[in-house]
């Protein structure tokens, strides 16, 4: 696997980063995971402005309209058309001489930039929803749910929780609202089909690039405050995000959701989103192929 590391393209085994960093010592920093099928990569735009607004929300002075950029030529080092990338910007790491541990760092420092690809399944393969059986937590993460913190323990325990109580992942759930689950946005359909996401200003979630694209995928998702007890009642629950695509949850607290099996609205959401994604791929071929394919070849030459 080739990795990219303060803009240097390395094998992974070669990737080190200071003990000393802020993202090691203080999860100090953003992310983004995007995801490429046949080679596009799924937003880039959206993903690119989420992750200028959480770097100026952090201090972070790093530029995210080179994500674009870097991202096809981790994709052409490492050959990959389907892949799942991930971006992580950290404030960096304190010279020998400074301070480590003040919150505050005494001077501006390089941030770390670090990406990674893996291989994914292509559009031929997303047919079924994915089931999961989901557990009910109680939201106690920080208020500040639309930055895309490296700091992710308040996921992390809410996953643990769920496994506990025999579940996959955790639908969090604050004041009585839905939030979302530990990596992914919620939407739930209920007795007369009707379709909701929590809104983002109903409880302190991440503003998904998958949710974003609902319009596009299925016209006539309400974004509202969702009512915990909404999810009890509801015929069909579905988890959206980059890497998942779009779940099903079958089972929720013990107890099968619809027919305990994935329903049409999550069956025909993930064949509109891969038809979507077919068409804008195809769009966009032309525009992205030749820099894909200069990236790869000029490597090969390099060999
Ligand atoms: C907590 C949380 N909610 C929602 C999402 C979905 O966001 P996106 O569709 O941009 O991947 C993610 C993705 O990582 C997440 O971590």
């Given at each position: 696997m080739i990795v990219h590391l303060n803009g240097e393209l390395l094998p992974r085994e070669r990737a080190a980063v200071s003990a000393f960093d802020r993202g090691?010592?203080?999860g100090d920093g953003v992310y983004e995971g995007?995801?490429?099928f046949d080679g596009w990569v799924i937003a880039m735009d959206l993903h690119a402005a989420r992750m200028r607004a959480g770097l100026a929300e952090a201090r972070i002075d790093w530029d995210a309209s080179q994500l674009d950029r870097l991202t096809s030529e981790l994709l052409a080092?490492?050959?990959?058309?389907n892949a799942f990338i991930y971006w992580q910007v950290t404030r960096g790491t304190p010279g020998p001489d400074d301070p480590v541990r003040t919150r505050l760092p005494a001077r501006p420092m390089r941030p770390t930039v670090f990406g990674y690809c893996v291989p994914t399944p292509g559009l031929a393969q997303c047919i079924e929803p994915a089931s999961v059986r989901a557990a009910t937590v109680d939201d106690r993460r920080w208020l500040r749910g639309t930055l895309k913190s490296i700091s992710l323990l308040g996921n992390?325990?809410?996953a643990a929780e769920a496994s506990e109580r025999g579940a996959d992942d955790a639908i969090m759930v604050r004041d009585g609202f839905v939030a979302e689950s530990c990596t992914c946005n919620v939407v739930v359909?209920?007795?007369h089909g009707r379709m909701a996401t929590p809104s983002l200003d109903s409880a302190p979630i991440l503003a998904g690039v998958t949710r974003a694209l609902l319009p596009e995928i299925a016209p006539g998702v309400e974004s509202r405050p969702v009512r915990a007890a909404e999810l009890r009642e509801a015929r069909e629950i579905v988890l959206l995000g980059t890497l998942t695509t779009v779940a099903s949850v079958v089972q929720l607290d013990g107890r099968p959701v619809g027919a305990g099996a994935p329903g049409p609205f999550a069956t025909s959401l993930l064949s509109?989103?891969?038809?979507?994604i077919a068409t804008q791929a195809e769009q966009n071929r032309s525009r992205l192929s030749p820099r894909h394919d200069q990236v790869r070849q000029s490597r090969a030459g390099s060999r």
């Amino acid at each position: 696997m080739i990795v990219h590391l303060n803009g240097e393209l390395l094998p992974r085994e070669r990737a080190a980063v200071s003990a000393f960093d802020r993202g090691f010592l203080f999860g100090d920093g953003v992310y983004e995971g995007l995801r490429s099928f046949d080679g596009w990569v799924i937003a880039m735009d959206l993903h690119a402005a989420r992750m200028r607004a959480g770097l100026a929300e952090a201090r972070i002075d790093w530029d995210a309209s080179q994500l674009d950029r870097l991202t096809s030529e981790l994709l052409a080092a490492n050959d990959l058309r389907n892949a799942f990338i991930y971006w992580q910007v950290t404030r960096g790491t304190p010279g020998p001489d400074d301070p480590v541990r003040t919150r505050l760092p005494a001077r501006p420092m390089r941030p770390t930039v670090f990406g990674y690809c893996v291989p994914t399944p292509g559009l031929a393969q997303c047919i079924e929803p994915a089931s999961v059986r989901a557990a009910t937590v109680d939201d106690r993460r920080w208020l500040r749910g639309t930055l895309k913190s490296i700091s992710l323990l308040g996921n992390v325990l809410a996953a643990a929780e769920a496994s506990e109580r025999g579940a996959d992942d955790a639908i969090m759930v604050r004041d009585g609202f839905v939030a979302e689950s530990c990596t992914c946005n919620v939407v739930v359909v209920d007795a007369h089909g009707r379709m909701a996401t929590p809104s983002l200003d109903s409880a302190p979630i991440l503003a998904g690039v998958t949710r974003a694209l609902l319009p596009e995928i299925a016209p006539g998702v309400e974004s509202r405050p969702v009512r915990a007890a909404e999810l009890r009642e509801a015929r069909e629950i579905v988890l959206l995000g980059t890497l998942t695509t779009v779940a099903s949850v079958v089972q929720l607290d013990g107890r099968p959701v619809g027919a305990g099996a994935p329903g049409p609205f999550a069956t025909s959401l993930l064949s509109n989103y891969m038809g979507w994604i077919a068409t804008q791929a195809e769009q966009n071929r032309s525009r992205l192929s030749p820099r894909h394919d200069q990236v790869r070849q000029s490597r090969a030459g390099s060999r």
